[in-house]
């Protein structure tokens, strides 16, 4: 049986022994098999058998751009010294730095400070929230010299850029960076599916994600959210169309009326919204104005970083569904728990609270602004522990199943599970040992083998034929 492939003896999440053989890029059985003269065969030991993980919320480009950047943020630089040290040092052409948080240097960098440390080629910082960029002069220089509009939320005299990448990227006409490093990580992870939440995604990030697809640089398959304009002729095959992605910012929220115009646009396409929500006021703001324009399935709420009870209750109502990051509370918890007041803890992050108030609810790691690993998202779901080893919201933890299950939403309907099936893609994820162990111990290194559409991308241990 050529191009066929047997898996023995895999667990399914259902509790069954299974064996199951791929062929064609499908499951196409399901059962107890016997291998075909020649038929590649997989001992699973008894290893869960998943169907792939989908990170519901990622920023593909940037990741891969992050890969190429040096970090300018915790834990690997944590004093404004280190800074100064990673961004001083010597080289031609642009320095791009990404990860810095205010935390590093008490207080918010500038154009001076920069030029301090860093006078002689351009830099640019990102700020980890992925909304500011910090430019030196040298790097203001090089932008402003291209000419064109400059954008409102540049201060140049701060060289301070809020929320327009496009210009950086137009401006430099900087083409975006392969993907292949960011697809093969993710292959690690069992991650077989993505969904892209760059708000600033329009039909040339299309043509760049449908060229990566097609030549095996990324072979994840993709959702792709962003501009409303984004898809309007259709997208090339391998790519979805996801929601159009809005991007709230507290500091200077948007006319309610035009919010409110352009969910009903977005919904008069047949498309869903995103819509980026990590404050209280941001989150009250986005229910008022979906409830003015009307809710479609698919709508749908990122990050709900705070949730008071009333604005969980409303979400609810209306039918939404939240994706969440609980690797945040990992990663981040420990200056959540300095910076925040306590009053505010129970709402943070919230994971329980969704799921007991039947809210549907899916994982997305925010990579790169958060780790891509989901199974460190699903560890941190479960302790809800952060870096120090601190508990942030005990009440909010999920069991292992939960946790899991956020990855397993299925993209188009985040309220249902993926189930393994004869005649679907053969998107699959091994792991090396049972459910009954792994759960205590939800980690990537669980990871044993990933296929997508049944070819094997990811291989721990190499098999060889039977
Ligand atoms: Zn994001």
């Keep these: 049986m050529p191009d066929a492939l047997l898996l023995r003896r895999a667990e399914l999440l259902d509790g069954r022994t299974i064996d199951l053989r791929i062929r064609a890029g499908l499951v196409a059985e399901i059962g107890i098999l016997a291998p075909g003269a020649g038929e590649h065969v997989i001992e699973a030991g008894g290893g869960l058998l998943l169907p792939g993980l989908h990170d519901h919320h990622a920023h593909v480009a940037a990741t891969a751009a992050a890969m190429d950047s040096v970090r300018c943020g915790p834990p690997e630089v944590a004093d404004a010294a280190a800074l100064a040290a990673v961004l001083g040092r010597a080289g031609a052409g642009w320095l791009r730095g990404v990860g810095y948080h205010e935390s590093v240097t008490g207080g918010l960098i500038d154009r001076r400070w920069l030029d301090r440390v860093a006078p002689q080629r351009p830099v640019r910082v990102q700020h980890r929230s992925g909304r500011l960029w910090i430019f030196n002069s040298a790097g203001l220089e090089v932008l402003l010299a291209a000419g064109g509009p400059v954008p409102a939320g540049l201060d140049r005299r701060r060289g301070q850029l809020f929320d327009d990448d496009g210009w950086v990227r137009r401006t430099l006409g ?56 984004l898809g309007r002729d259709g997208l090339a095959p391998g790519l979805a169309l996801g929601p159009v992605k809005l991007h709230l910012h507290e500091a200077y929220l948007p006319d309610f009326g035009a919010v409110v115009a352009l969910i009903g646009a977005a919904h008069g396409r047949g498309r869903a919204v995103a ?29 709900a970083s705070v949730t008071p009870d009333e604005q969980l209750r409303e979400i609810f109502d209306l039918g939404l569904a939240v994706v969440v990051q ?5 990663e981040r918890g420990d200056a959540y728990l300095a910076d925040i007041p306590s009053g505010d803890w129970p709402y943070l992050y919230r ?33 809800r522990r952060t870096a120090h080893g601190q508990i942030l919201g005990a009440a909010e933890a999920l069991t292992s199943e939960q946790a899991l299950a956020l990855f397993l939403a299925d993209p188009a309907d985040l309220g249902v599970t993926r189930q393994i099936a004869a005649g679907k893609a053969a998107d699959l994820c091994l792991l090396d040992r049972p459910w009954r162990v792994a759960r205590d111990n939800l980690s990537a290194r669980l990871v044993r083998a990933c296929w997508i559409g049944g070819r094997l991308v990811y291989d721990r241990v190499d098999e060889s034929p039977a």
Aim: glycine share 10%.
């Design 174 to 229: 900087s083409t975006p960076p392969a993907f292949t490093a960011v697809g093969a990580s993710y292959a690690r992870y069992g991650v077989t599916g993505i969904t892209d939440m760059n708000p600033g995604n329009d039909d040339d990030a299309a043509r760049h994600f449908a060229h990566a697809r097609a030549s095996g640089a990324l072979p994840q398959s993709v959702v792709l959210a962003g501009m409303l304009a």
């Design 275 to 303: 819509v980026h929500c990590v404050t209280v006021t941001e989150l009250v703001f986005t229910l008022a104005a979906l409830r003015e324009a009307g809710v479609r399935p698919g709508d749908r709420i990122e990050h």
């Design 326 to 330: 609980p690797n945040f509370v990992a």
């Design 351 to 383: 994971l329980r609270g969704f799921s007991v108030a039947g809210v549907a609810m899916a994982g997305g790691t925010d990579t790169p602004f958060g780790a891509a690993d989901p199974w460190a998202a699903m560890a941190a779901a479960v302790s």
